[in-house]
């Protein structure tokens, strides 16, 4: 069986949290294969909030998206935080978890690598 765990994501456009779940399918890749809303009163008590995805990171075929807006792509910031929909139109993107400001150069729409910087 894969490893799996439970990250926390933040929705740019609603701010609220939402549980994701990631299987390791090799040594450095996670695939990310549901989503579900959650308070993050109960994600805190679970530890989901501490959970640090490092590696590549991409969406199983079937991956439901946001429970919010929708968006099947995330960034990971350097605190180790998921977040979604928070690239401005200026391609800046600002944590939700830690308040950090990024400037995305690279942004495809295509996933993010997990544990660097913006
Ligand atoms: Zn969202
Ligand atoms: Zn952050």
Redesign the pocket.
């Known amino acids: 069986m894969n490893e799996a765990v439970i990250a926390l ?1 933040k ?4 701010h609220k949290a ?1 549980g994701v779940r990631f299987e390791r399918i090799d040594s450095n890749t996670w695939q990310y294969t549901w989503a579900f809303p959650i308070n993050e009163k109960a994600a805190k008590r679970e530890g989901y909030d501490s959970t640090k995805i490092n590696g590549n990171i991409l969406p199983s075929e079937d991956y439901p ?7 099947k792509y995330f960034m990971v910031c350097s605190c180790g935080k998921l977040n ?2 928070i690239v401005s139109p200026d391609e800046t993107a600002t944590c939700n978890w830690c308040g950090s400001t990024g400037y995305v150069s690279n942004y495809e729409g295509d996933g993010f690598t997990a544990g660097g910087d913006f």
């Open positions: 994501c929705c740019g456009e609603s939402y998206g946001c429970p919010y807006c929708g968006s979604c929909n």
